[in-house]
């Protein structure tokens, strides 16, 4: 589609500026040139400077070879955020591997598929999910622990290997295969360059919200680093030169303890997160004097919420929409649009980074339709995915010319504006996590009391949205609610597990016999509103 088309509802950011564009993997050996002993990262371990930084990439860039990964071949990991999980994704960088990050809440099932689809050659593992990746590695790939300090362990076996010297390798090429669900119940690879997520990290420069950054920022990153969120918020702290807190820790209580000990400027939160750590804060009667600014994303931050964190923190706001093919964010809500005397703007996303656009499209037709109308988010990006993982037809549907058809439901308003309406591909977030209801309807069908289902999402006061199942009973069959999640738990992570569940409802159909979700979902919050 011609730029000329840019008509209706249509948005685009800043034109692309690449002064000064450094890649992922050129990050520790650059600032380890001007600032060597500066911290980079600290975990719930240990810490690197930048000089140890850059030398453990290339030691981690050894021991993949001594393990027989090489270039292009792939290597999993399962494990809570730590500083060696970073050095991981920068070793692969550089030497052309591709490292396959694996949900940690993941059960063995479900490990077993990621494991499989991806034909990784050696596995990483925190020691709890040990018994975990056991069960799901049938290939019986040799299996690394991260937290055993023992000689077999990964710390020592990673600090025996002499530093490997860099390759030349195509910033395009393969780096992270990321799965994320999909509307059929099976998880993709979305394949991802360092050169999309270095993309990412160069044009937030360029945004007001970063104007007044330093180079020794101190970043606190508790998302999950397996999230494109949560590691491209340690990106974000090693693209500057500045030091990253990470943590495998997200009660409000630790949070805040490193906010106060650390002396932390700067934080990546869901906002479930920001309002447990003012609550927190008003428990014990402190506030952290040096926090600048809060990113968000997952959920809006409601006009309440946000009065009363600007009120204690005295900080600014960002929040951010994307999803993992785009290689991070589409749009950002900027601080100065964090306005509660403007709340329409605080449901708005924000507008789109330099270099990227998008456009509202009708989802049959594939039409540009006009502004304020609700469609289908298009998105043209430098940085989109590069295919889905062994699923050609997947990665053609997903794809318009240049354009990726997000799934994703919006309008664009007169301004630029982008805002969030119905999910086409029906995706409910909860906590921060991406739930597909085909992956939680397939485990439930199995339950010998169920004839069919529907799973959507519903509001929720803490979660954003809750996992809720409308069960259709086989003829004189009976269950109940806690028996059913019992059930699903034996098969799904936690968070994909339904918070609620109504049993023995009839439903709703198409003229083809397919399940309404949005009809019963509507039913739901109708009979909600009216209790």
Request: glycine share 8%; charged share 25%.
């Amino acid at each position: 589609m011609a730029d000329s088309e840019a008509a209706g509802a249509y948005s685009e950011g800043a034109p692309f500026d690449e002064t000064g564009f450094i890649l992922i993997s050129d990050y520790p050996d650059h600032f380890a040139a001007k600032w060597p002993e500066r911290l980079a990262m600290i975990d719930d371990r240990r810490s690197w400077t930048y000089a140890q930084l850059d030398e453990d990439c290339n030691r981690f860039a050894a021991f993949l070879t001594r393990r027989g990964v090489g270039h292009g071949d792939r290597f999993a990991w399962k494990g809570k955020n730590s500083g060696l999980f970073i050095v991981a994704t920068i070793a692969a960088a550089r030497c052309g591997v591709v490292m396959v990050p694996v949900n940690w809440r993941n059960t063995a099932p479900e490990t077993r598929f990621v494991l499989e689809d991806s034909g990784a050659k050696l596995i990483i593992a925190d020691r709890e999910f040990e018994a975990v990746v056991a069960d799901a590695n049938v290939n019986d790939a040799p299996c690394i622990i991260v937290d055993d300090d023992g000689p077999e362990g990964l710390p020592e076996l990673v600090s025996a290997c002499e530093p490997a010297p860099r390759d030349e390798i195509d910033p395009h090429a393969d780096w992270l295969q990321l799965y994320t669900s999909g509307t059929t119940g099976k998880p993709k690879g979305v394949m991802t360059s360092q050169y999309a997520m270095a993309f990412m990290r160069h044009v937030e420069r360029f945004l007001s919200g970063f104007a007044g950054w330093r180079d020794d920022e101190i970043l606190l990153s508790p998302l999950p680093v397996f999230h494109i969120g949560g590691l491209s918020w340690v990106q974000t702290a090693l693209c500057r030169g500045s030091t990253v807190y990470m943590t495998a820790n997200t009660t409000p209580a630790g949070l805040l303890d490193m906010c106060l000990e650390h002396g932390v400027t700067r934080t990546f939160m869901v906002p479930t997160l920001v309002r447990a750590l003012i609550e927190e804060m008003d428990k014990r009667s402190v506030r952290v004097e040096t926090l600048k600014s809060i990113h968000y994303g997952a959920a809006a931050m409601d006009p309440q919420l946000l009065e009363r964190s600007v009120d204690r923190l005295g900080c600014l706001f960002l929040q951010y929409y994307g999803m993992t093919e785009i290689g991070g964010t589409a749009t950002v809500l900027e601080p100065e649009d964090h306005d509660t005397s403007r709340p329409q703007l605080l449901r708005s996303v924000g507008r789109p980074l330099p270099g990227i656009r998008i456009a509202i499209h009708d989802p049959e037709t594939g039409k540009r339709l006009p502004v304020d109308v609700p469609g289908e988010i298009w998105i043209a990006s430098p940085s989109l995915f590069r295919t889905y993982w062994n699923r050609p037809e997947a990665t053609e549907a997903a794809m318009e010319g240049e354009w990726y058809k997000s799934g994703d439901g919006g309008r664009i308003d007169a301004d630029g504006y982008l805002f969030l309406t119905d999910r086409i591909k029906d995706m409910v977030v909860s906590g921060g996590e991406n739930v597909y209801p085909a992956e939680v309807e397939a485990v439930l069908r199995d339950h010998p009391a169920v004839q069919d289902c529907a799973v959507f999402g519903l509001p929720h006061p803490k979660w954003g949205e809750g996992v809720t199942a409308a069960l259709e009973l086989r003829p004189d069959a009976s269950t109940t609610p806690d028996e059913v999640i019992a059930f699903a738990r034996k098969s799904l992570a936690a968070y994909k597990v339904p918070r609620r569940i109504e049993i023995g409802v009839t439903l709703p159909r198409t003229a083809s016999g397919k399940v309404q979700r949005g009809k019963i979902r509507q039913h739901f919050l109708d009979a909600d509103e009216a209790s």
